[in-house]
């Protein structure tokens, strides 16, 4: 575990984003309560005292110390972390944890929740954006017996504020680009954009999580034992303090997530779950290898009719760009994840170096598989050739997955 500075801080916790059952302690009466409520933060120093006293004044009257609230900051420039610790003394459901190695609004809701005492888990925005009287609105579909309930924009009652067309279009585009790439998980939820949202803990324990982006939601759905949802309408309102975290990262951080998904949680999921063999991983790295045929052809066209270069050199130039190409797509999307948690340039250009090794250990392998086959077997050249770059592309992504891109703990 690591440890904040202050004795009042919560610790951060590490390893895989995986939340524990609850197990009941005969020496702590108050280990186990019904809500945990998360709210992940980043500036907002001048929302947080609001959100804590309108959310403690709502649950004070619904389950009166029978909940907790918990803020996750990832160590705010403006100190956010320092104004919710500050808070502590007049608010005693308050919890307040600040992450200096992580950031990211999903795993900031996950390492709350591994925190979290509750067996219904919550997430909240801290910028009131989210209205928190909805929030007993899902209260109330828990106990109507849902494992999920969502507050959502578009059921009745919901909507937003004042979204610009543009905005309003990406929304909704984003959403129909889910059900077509996810559709048994998107169309589960009339907003699967929602990040506001209350879950049973049964429903995700021991499931591990492995989000991208702002988008936690699908993660929960996709990956989690859920049956029955609830929704309840709510207005999404115009921040009035701090500023917006939105960017084009975000919808580009919701495309990678729908389809690794799509990758994990289907028939290649299932598939790879039998044989245990990362599939869906495999895949996109042949889909990368792929793409390096395309650079490594074009490059060389370039070298040999533009520049007049040699052919060796030329050969020798378009195989290593094309190689960093493969490891930039490779480090960016296929092991993403894995190279989030080595995060540097030094980290970055080990993985480059392991890389480029196993790739010349790669055309070795695939040079004696084609003579061998060629030569000893008398098989034809081409049937040869494609066993042998069957053969060399197994070997390159078995070994950078266990050499280049291997999961480590980071402290």
Not at 39 to 52: A, F, G, Q
Not at 149 to 174: D, M, P, Q, T
Not at 201 to 215: D, H, V, W
Not at 220 to 225: E, L, M
Request: charged content about 20%.
């Amino acid at each position: 575990m690591n440890t904040n500075s202050s004795n009042s801080l919560l610790s951060v916790p590490c390893g895989a984003l995986r939340i524990s059952e609850l197990t009941p302690d005969p020496k702590n009466e108050n280990n186990i309560m019904l809500l945990s409520v998360v709210i992940p933060t980043y500036k907002e120093r001048d929302n947080i005292e609001n959100v804590v006293n309108i959310l403690s004044g709502l649950l004070d009257q619904t389950i009166p110390g029978n909940y907790e609230l918990i803020v996750v900051d990832d160590d705010s420039p403006d100190r956010t972390w320092e104004v919710a610790e500050n808070l502590i003394s007049d608010y005693p459901q308050l919890r307040v944890m600040r992450r200096q190695e992580e950031r990211g609004l999903s795993s900031a809701v996950i390492r709350g929740w591994q925190a979290a005492r509750g067996s219904i888990l919550g997430v909240i925005d801290g910028d009131l954006q989210h209205p928190p009287e909805v929030l007993t609105q899902l209260w109330q579909k828990i106990e109507q017996g849902a494992d999920l309930a969502v507050a959502s924009r578009h059921v009745e009652g919901g909507g937003v504020s004042s979204w610009s067309v543009i905005r309003r279009f990406l929304s909704r585009g984003a959403q129909v680009l889910g059900l077509v790439i996810l559709p048994e998980v998107v169309g589960r939820v009339s907003d699967p954009m929602s990040g506001y949202f209350m879950v049973r803990r049964k429903a995700i324990a021991n499931t591990t999580l492995n989000p991208i982006g702002y988008k936690i939601l699908l993660e929960v759905i996709g990956r989690g034992q859920i049956r029955e949802i609830g929704e309840a309408g709510y207005i999404f309102r115009e921040r009035t303090e701090g500023e917006s975290k939105v960017t084009w990262k975000q919808y580009v951080d919701y495309i990678q997530h729908l389809i690794r998904l799509r990758l994990s949680t289907g028939r290649i999921g299932k598939i790879s779950q039998k044989v245990n063999f990362p599939v869906g991983r495999f895949l996109r790295f042949g889909a990368v290898g792929l793409s390096g045929v395309f650079v490594d052809l074009t490059i060389f066209h370039l070298m040999r009719t533009v520049i007049n270069l040699g052919l060796t050199r030329s050969t020798i130039l378009s195989a290593e760009i094309a190689i960093l190409n493969n490891f930039l797509w490779n480090d960016l999307w296929t092991f993403g994840d894995i190279s989030r948690k080595q995060r540097g340039k030094r980290q970055c250009f080990k993985r480059f170096l392991k890389f480029n090794i196993v790739c010349l250990a790669g055309i070795i392998i695939q040079t004696l598989v084609v003579n061998f086959l060629f030569n000893n077997l008398g098989m034809n050249q081409y049937i040869a050739k494609l066993i042998a770059i069957a053969v060399a592309t197994i070997w390159n992504f078995w070994v950078n997955l266990k050499l280049s891109w291997r999961v480590t703990e980071v402290k």
